[in-house]
């Protein structure tokens, strides 16, 4: 029988030695700087985490995990490493500068301030440069932004906060700041969106539900918004902010739905008190004004204040551009007016807006009455109605014509004499137009009368030889000397 072959295996005396902790530990660590190295940082991560179970106590173990959740963006838990490697060991230079890169990352400026000083005391000034000069920054922006805040310029203040978050991406405070001033903005979608991945992380966060509240006030969604004022208030009853917001709120339902209720009973200038009331309760709620404006401008119209009710809508409409209702009660109010080209816009904007057959008919409408507004009015130039019938035609021309024939001025003054031509031959052209059922079917519709219908080409001696009979005699004053007549024939 054969012998079994012998393998002889190539080992060590350390092979046969039990590892240490120590040295696992070690072993583990790198293998995560390696993987570090390349980038996997969540392989890293997991290398890192079982070399700390292996040595607790080991400060570089947990700076190298702080610095892995820094590259994985996960600033908080990379602090609390950082920390504690320098609370394990208080000369560890690399550990304060994690400290201070990971308050900057999360807005903490004092907390920064203090790590910063630390590390320059350890390893020299020059280890935390880059570091020094973000926390500057980051001390004028927070500045900048508190005047602009304090001025009410809101768009300043998300701009700081925009470049905060460059440094600051972590920064909670300055993601709230941003959003609330999107919400006074009235971007109230965006500010959600922030409140809502804030409290995500933190479902307790006052600031994040005072800014979601506050864009739904600012939507009008009243009751939606009292339930989260009031959560707030709950959780952190001295919140000023909630308190005032939620205070305005309930007072701005209060004056609106009065206004309401006195327009519904038909006491107009009680509903115009209590809108403009409650426009002065909050300049920020662009979304309620805007239908303030509104109604105060329906009010206006029933008080048949017409300028004011058309006032009322562009205030409206400076708060809400696509307000349909608004931009079509003052296109209603111009035409009232007389402002026939500000009518057209305003229908043209609306059909921009709102496509239907009705505000195209509209338009078509007002462009009408735009092109009679430019034409000699006819009727007036007679002195007699729309609906007048021929008759009242003929002797409004016999009238006028007599009153305004050039020779019975023949004796005045010739800017006087240019005058009572110019008059006679618009009572000649008004007659000429009104007397021919066809041209002033035309003219009523506001077709233009241009092709061979022109009252303009009218003459007014023709048309005054035709209306009066062959063979009458006309005695004019002369004007020239008191007594004097000047006999007009025909033939």
Same mark, same amino acid.
């Given at each position: 029988?054969?012998?079994?072959?012998?393998?002889?295996?190539?080992?060590?005396?350390?092979?046969?030695?039990?590892?240490?902790?120590?040295?696992?530990?070690?072993?583990?660590?790198?293998?995560?700087?390696?993987?570090?190295?390349?980038?996997?940082?969540?392989?890293?991560?997991?290398? !890192?985490?079982?070399?700390?179970?292996?040595?607790?106590?080991?400060?570089?173990?947990?700076?190298?995990?702080?610095?892995?959740?820094?590259?994985?963006?996960?600033?908080?838990?990379?602090?609390?490493?950082?920390?504690?490697?320098?609370?394990?060991?208080?000369?560890?230079?690399?550990?304060?500068?994690?400290?201070?890169?990971?308050?900057?990352?999360?807005?903490?400026? #004092?907390?920064?301030?203090?790590?910063?000083?630390?590390?320059?005391?350890?390893?020299?000034?020059?280890?935390?440069?880059?570091?020094?000069?973000?926390?500057?920054?980051?001390?004028?922006?927070?500045?900048?932004?508190?005047?602009?805040?304090?001025?009410?310029?809101?768009?300043?203040?998300?701009?700081?906060?925009?470049?905060?978050?460059?440094?600051?991406?972590?920064?909670?405070?300055?993601?709230?700041?941003?959003?609330?001033?999107?919400?006074?903005?009235?971007?109230?979608?965006?500010?959600?969106?922030?409140?809502?991945?804030?409290?995500?992380?933190?479902?307790?966060?006052?600031?994040?539900?005072?800014?979601?509240?506050?864009?739904?006030? #600012?939507?009008?969604?009243?009751?939606?918004?009292?339930?989260?004022?009031?959560?707030?208030?709950?959780?952190?009853?001295?919140?000023?902010?909630?308190?005032?917001?939620?205070? +305005?709120?309930?007072?701005?339902?209060?004056?609106?739905?009065?206004?309401?209720?006195?327009?519904?009973?038909?006491?107009?200038?009680?509903?115009?008190?209590?809108?403009?009331?409650?426009?002065?309760?909050?300049?920020?709620?662009?979304?309620?004004?805007?239908?303030?404006?509104?109604?105060?401008?329906?009010?206006?119209?029933?008080?048949?204040?017409?300028?004011?009710?058309?006032?009322?809508?562009?205030?409206?409409?400076?708060?809400?551009?696509? !307000?349909?209702?608004?931009?079509?009660?003052?296109?209603?109010?111009?035409?009232?007016?007389?402002?026939?080209?500000?009518?057209?816009?305003?229908?043209?904007?609306?059909?921009?807006?709102?496509?239907?057959?009705?505000?195209?008919?509209?338009?078509?409408?007002? +462009?009408?009455?735009?092109?009679?507004?430019?034409?000699?009015?006819?009727?007036?130039?007679?002195?007699?109605? +729309?609906?007048?019938?021929?008759?009242?035609?003929?002797?409004?021309?016999?009238?006028?014509?007599?009153?305004?024939?050039?020779?019975?001025?023949?004796?005045?003054?010739?800017?006087?004499?240019?005058?009572?031509?110019?008059?006679?031959?618009?009572?000649?052209?008004? !007659?000429?137009?009104?007397?021919?059922?066809?041209?002033?079917?035309?003219?009523?519709?506001?077709?233009?009368?241009?092709?061979?219908?022109?009252?303009?080409?009218?003459?007014?001696?023709?048309? #005054?030889?035709?209306?009066?009979?062959?063979?009458?005699?006309?005695?004019?004053?002369?004007?020239?000397?008191?007594?004097?007549?000047?006999?007009?024939?025909?033939?």
């Amino acid at each position: 029988m054969a012998e079994p072959e012998v393998v002889a295996l190539d080992l060590t005396i350390d092979d046969l030695v039990p590892k240490s902790p120590e040295r696992l530990a070690e072993e583990k660590k790198e293998s995560g700087n390696h993987l570090y190295k390349f980038k996997n940082y969540k392989g890293a991560l997991a290398m !890192y985490e079982e070399a700390i179970k292996l040595c607790p106590d080991n400060a570089s173990y947990y700076g190298n995990r702080s610095a892995c959740y820094m590259m994985m963006g996960m600033y908080k838990k990379a602090l609390e490493d950082a920390q504690k490697a320098v609370a394990l060991d208080p000369t560890f230079t690399k550990g304060y500068i994690r400290v201070t890169k990971c308050c900057i990352a999360l807005g903490d400026l #004092f907390g920064g301030d203090q790590a910063a000083q630390r590390a320059s005391e350890l390893g020299g000034p020059d280890c935390v440069t880059s570091e020094r000069r973000a926390l500057e920054t980051l001390r004028r922006l927070n500045e900048d932004a508190q005047r602009a805040l304090d001025a009410g310029d809101y768009r300043r203040v998300v701009f700081c906060m925009d470049r905060c978050l460059d440094y600051s991406p972590s920064c909670t405070k300055a993601k709230l700041t941003k959003a609330e001033c999107l919400a006074m903005l009235g971007r109230c979608q965006e500010a959600q969106e922030i409140a809502n991945d804030c409290l995500r992380s933190n479902s307790f966060d006052t600031e994040a539900i005072f800014v979601r509240g506050l864009c739904l006030y #600012f939507e009008d969604k009243d009751e939606q918004a009292f339930k989260h004022f009031q959560q707030v208030l709950r959780l952190a009853p001295d919140h000023k902010k909630a308190m005032e917001t939620y205070k +305005k709120a309930k007072l701005l339902k209060q004056k609106k739905e009065e206004g309401n209720e006195a327009f519904k009973m038909g006491r107009w200038q009680q509903a115009l008190k209590l809108y403009n009331e409650a426009l002065e309760v909050d300049k920020n709620n662009k979304t309620v004004n805007a239908k303030l404006y509104y109604n105060k401008a329906t009010v206006c119209a029933k008080l048949n204040q017409i300028k004011e009710a058309a006032e009322a809508c562009t205030a409206a409409l400076e708060l809400d551009e696509n !307000y349909v209702k608004a931009l079509l009660r003052r296109a209603k109010c111009y035409t009232e007016l007389g402002e026939h080209e500000d009518a057209v816009k305003d229908y043209e904007r609306l059909l921009k807006i709102d496509k239907t057959k009705e505000h195209k008919q509209l338009l078509h409408e007002a +462009k009408i009455t735009l092109k009679k507004s430019k034409r000699k009015d006819y009727y007036k130039i007679l002195g007699v109605e +729309k609906n007048a019938s021929e008759d009242d035609i003929k002797k409004a021309y016999r009238k006028r014509a007599l009153v305004h024939h050039p020779d019975r001025h023949a004796g005045a003054s010739d800017s006087e004499r240019r005058e009572q031509e110019r008059r006679f031959k618009e009572v000649g052209e008004a !007659y000429g137009v009104l007397s021919d059922p066809k041209k002033r079917a035309r003219y009523d519709h506001g077709q233009d009368l241009d092709d061979g219908c022109s009252g303009a080409d009218i003459d007014p001696n023709v048309v #005054f030889q035709a209306f009066f009979n062959r063979g009458q005699h006309f005695e004019f004053p002369t004007g020239g000397f008191p007594g004097s007549s000047f006999t007009f024939q025909f033939g």
